[in-house]
């Protein structure tokens, strides 16, 4: 039994916060008794130092065998955490005295099991699922030894404030949307939007120490700039870390590739997340990134968070959500983004490509018959020799609609006729090959990924400097990249999803002098499968 004494004269307050841990058991020799009650600490939530604290605050006596004794009683009744560095994930020590408490909530966290011993049982967990655990576990009344400071706020040097720019409407919703959801959630706003001035203005809202994950290292450089520009905090507090510079800083930058290379050594370092371009964290060695981050608050950023193979409801709950979304249409009818049209030229396969086409055809139907292309693919990737020779022709199939010379031949003349008529156009490839022939049939610029860095920063700013121009770019132009505003775009070859029909359409959108309309042209090979997908990939609402 702990007893608690003191002889001086408690108030009403003083006398029921006492209450929260002892029972009054009367006045003895001048001097009010208190009976210290594990159970009652507990359920209002007091650690041993906040019990120390109030014993020093209201001069109470307890001699050193108690003290001693009441350190003891909370350690058999705590939850220790502590990070391990070297595989990513938090240790949880349970006693024994209280692990029939906490089966069912390890259970539910999905915690495993990883020894025990006569003291204690030990399991661990994802740092995703941290915060979640200790929430439940001390509204249980149990308490957290917390030694490595994992739950700890980290707060910023300084706090930031916004500068040279003003929120847009939309973007005060979206940073109110992610507060009033305890600062977590998914923001899907269209390319041109100012998606990374939410993801600034989050950080000045919730002033912690903040990492951020971005698609390219080109996109790491705009997100430091941006906050160099828009914010008044020292540069000296935003550090990089990709392959040729390792700063950890308040704010940390970081790729995708370098994120999932350290994520398990500076995890407990920051309190926020921000993943931009969020649509590829399902991705494997991404999502390890978010499942590791010990981060309280998280924040994705993407113009296409829902893919086409579904997995972004594996992120949903790893983030919070879609909390906020705007299409293109709604930021065009209130003039955040440039009016468009979406315009499709039809063109025909060559005699000879609709016959090797054809051929190929009869030959996959021969194969599959009626299968769909999904049931082929779940056989090919058990091993089915007839799923996969079909998978074989229908990649022949899907590159000869890809690089028919109708739609070179189309693309080289729209290109010409909008660039005499005094406009800025990009031409959308998939291939290498072909971005080469059309770029030096226009004369054009052309961006590829096999293009140097700097290389490419100079492309981009002759583009960008030019009254008028054409710039040829593969998939290293769909994201990652800040290309200069074009109001045309050509469509040569894609890979048909909606997701980067809708990132290649977001390059026109920017606003532009005098309302100009932008445009889109997309080349499609009639009575082929490129007309259904065309249609299909239009679709952009975001159910």
């Given at each position: 039994?702990?007893v608690?004494?003191?002889?001086?004269?408690?108030?009403?307050?003083?006398f029921?916060?006492?209450?929260?841990?002892?029972?009054?058991?009367?006045?003895e020799?001048?001097?009010?008794?208190?009976?210290?009650?594990?159970?009652?600490?507990?359920?209002?939530?007091?650690?041993?130092?906040?019990?120390?604290?109030?014993?020093?605050?209201?001069?109470?006596?307890?001699?050193?065998?108690?003290?001693?004794?009441?350190?003891?009683?909370?350690?058999?009744?705590?939850?220790?955490?502590?990070?391990?560095?070297?595989?990513g994930?938090?240790?949880i020590?349970?006693?024994?005295?209280?692990?029939?408490?906490?089966?069912?909530?390890?259970?539910?966290?999905?915690?495993?099991?990883?020894?025990?011993?006569?003291?204690?049982?030990?399991?661990?967990?994802?740092?995703?699922?941290?915060?979640?655990?200790?929430?439940?576990?001390?509204?249980?009344?149990?308490?957290?030894?917390?030694?490595?400071?994992?739950?700890?706020?980290?707060?910023?040097?300084?706090?930031?404030?916004?500068?040279?720019v003003?929120?847009?409407?939309?973007?005060?919703?979206?940073?109110?949307?992610?507060?009033?959801?305890?600062?977590?959630?998914?923001?899907?706003?269209?390319?041109?939007?100012?998606?990374?001035i939410?993801?600034?203005?989050?950080?000045?809202?919730?002033?912690?120490?903040?990492?951020?994950?971005?698609?390219?290292?080109?996109?790491?450089?705009?997100?430091?700039?941006?906050?160099?520009?828009?914010?008044?905090?020292?540069?000296?507090?935003?550090?990089?870390?990709?392959?040729?510079?390792?700063?950890?800083?308040?704010i940390?930058?970081?790729?995708?590739?370098?994120?999932?290379?350290?994520?398990?050594?500076?995890?407990?370092?920051?309190?926020?997340?921000?993943?931009?371009?969020?649509?590829?964290?399902?991705?494997?060695?991404?999502?390890?990134?978010?499942?590791?981050?010990?981060a309280?608050?998280?924040?994705?950023?993407?113009?296409?968070?829902i893919?086409e193979?579904?997995?972004?409801?594996?992120?949903?709950?790893?983030?919070?959500g879609?909390?906020?979304?705007?299409?293109?249409?709604?930021?065009?009818?209130?003039?955040?983004?440039?009016?468009?049209?979406?315009?499709?030229?039809?063109?025909?396969?060559?005699?000879?490509?609709?016959?090797?086409?054809e051929e190929?055809?009869?030959?996959?139907?021969?194969?599959?018959?009626?299968?769909?292309?999904?049931?082929?693919?779940?056989?090919?990737?058990?091993?089915?020799?007839?799923?996969?020779?079909?998978?074989?022709?229908?990649?022949?199939?899907?590159?000869?609609?890809?690089?028919?010379?109708?739609?070179?031949?189309?693309?080289?003349?729209?290109?010409?006729?909008?660039?005499?008529?005094?406009?800025?156009?990009?031409?959308?490839?998939?291939y290498?090959?072909?971005?080469?022939?059309?770029?030096?049939?226009?004369?054009?610029?052309?961006?590829?990924?096999?293009?140097?860095?700097?290389?490419?920063?100079?492309?981009?700013?002759?583009?960008?400097?030019?009254e008028?121009?054409?710039?040829?770019?593969?998939?290293?132009?769909?994201?990652?990249?800040?290309?200069?505003?074009?109001?045309?775009?050509?469509?040569?070859?894609?890979?048909?999803?909606?997701?980067?029909?809708?990132?290649?359409?977001?390059?026109?959108?920017?606003?532009?002098?005098?309302?100009?309309?932008?445009?889109?042209?997309?080349?499609?090979?009639?009575?082929?499968?490129?007309?259904?997908?065309?249609?299909?990939?239009?679709?952009?609402?975001?159910?």
């Amino acid at each position: 039994m702990i007893v608690f004494k003191t002889t001086r004269w408690l108030d009403d307050r003083e006398f029921r916060e006492l209450l929260k841990i002892a029972d009054y058991k009367g006045y003895e020799s001048n001097q009010a008794v208190f009976i210290f009650n594990m159970d009652k600490a507990l359920r209002n939530n007091y650690s041993y130092e906040d019990v120390i604290l109030m014993i020093q605050d209201l001069n109470i006596e307890i001699d050193d065998s108690s003290l001693e004794e009441l350190r003891k009683l909370f350690n058999n009744m705590s939850i220790s955490i502590n990070w391990n560095s070297s595989n990513g994930y938090v240790k949880i020590s349970i006693p024994w005295s209280i692990y029939s408490r906490v089966r069912e909530l390890l259970r539910k966290h999905q915690a495993r099991y990883i020894g025990k011993n006569s003291k204690e049982i030990d399991y661990i967990l994802t740092p995703d699922k941290l915060h979640s655990f200790v929430d439940e576990a001390t509204s249980s009344g149990l308490n957290i030894i917390d030694r490595d400071k994992l739950l700890e706020e980290k707060n910023l040097p300084v706090k930031p404030n916004l500068r040279n720019v003003s929120l847009r409407y939309y973007q005060r919703e979206a940073v109110d949307k992610w507060i009033q959801n305890n600062y977590r959630g998914i923001i899907a706003l269209p390319t041109g939007s100012g998606k990374t001035i939410v993801g600034i203005a989050a950080v000045v809202e919730k002033p912690v120490r903040t990492l951020i994950v971005t698609y390219t290292r080109e996109q790491m450089f705009q997100w430091r700039d941006m906050f160099i520009k828009y914010t008044d905090i020292d540069p000296k507090f935003i550090g990089l870390m990709y392959s040729e510079e390792k700063r950890l800083a308040p704010i940390t930058i970081t790729t995708y590739q370098s994120g999932f290379r350290s994520i398990n050594e500076i995890s407990p370092f920051f309190n926020l997340l921000v993943i931009d371009e969020v649509h590829h964290l399902p991705a494997d060695k991404f999502r390890y990134i978010a499942r590791h981050s010990i981060a309280k608050y998280k924040m994705g950023l993407s113009a296409t968070p829902i893919r086409e193979d579904g997995k972004h409801e594996e992120l949903f709950p790893l983030l919070g959500g879609i909390i906020y979304y705007k299409t293109p249409d709604e930021l065009v009818e209130q003039g955040y983004l440039s009016r468009y049209r979406i315009i499709t030229v039809k063109v025909s396969l060559t005699p000879e490509e609709r016959k090797i086409f054809e051929e190929l055809r009869k030959k996959y139907r021969a194969l599959v018959g009626e299968t769909s292309f999904q049931e082929v693919l779940e056989a090919a990737r058990k091993g089915d020799s007839k799923a996969v020779e079909a998978l074989r022709i229908h990649s022949k199939m899907k590159m000869l609609l890809a690089k028919s010379y109708s739609k070179i031949n189309k693309a080289v003349e729209i290109a010409r006729n909008e660039y005499e008529n005094g406009n800025k156009v990009i031409v959308f490839t998939q291939y290498i090959e072909q971005a080469n022939e059309i770029s030096k049939r226009l004369n054009a610029l052309l961006l590829t990924g096999e293009i140097p860095v700097d290389t490419r920063k100079n492309i981009l700013t002759r583009f960008k400097e030019s009254e008028r121009g054409i710039l040829v770019v593969t998939t290293v132009g769909d994201e990652g990249l800040d290309i200069p505003d074009a109001n045309i775009g050509i469509i040569v070859s894609g890979t048909g999803s909606r997701r980067q029909f809708i990132q290649r359409l977001g390059r026109l959108l920017r606003p532009k002098k005098n309302s100009v309309e932008a445009k889109l042209y997309e080349i499609v090979l009639e009575k082929t499968p490129e007309e259904y997908l065309a249609r299909k990939r239009k679709r952009l609402e975001l159910e």
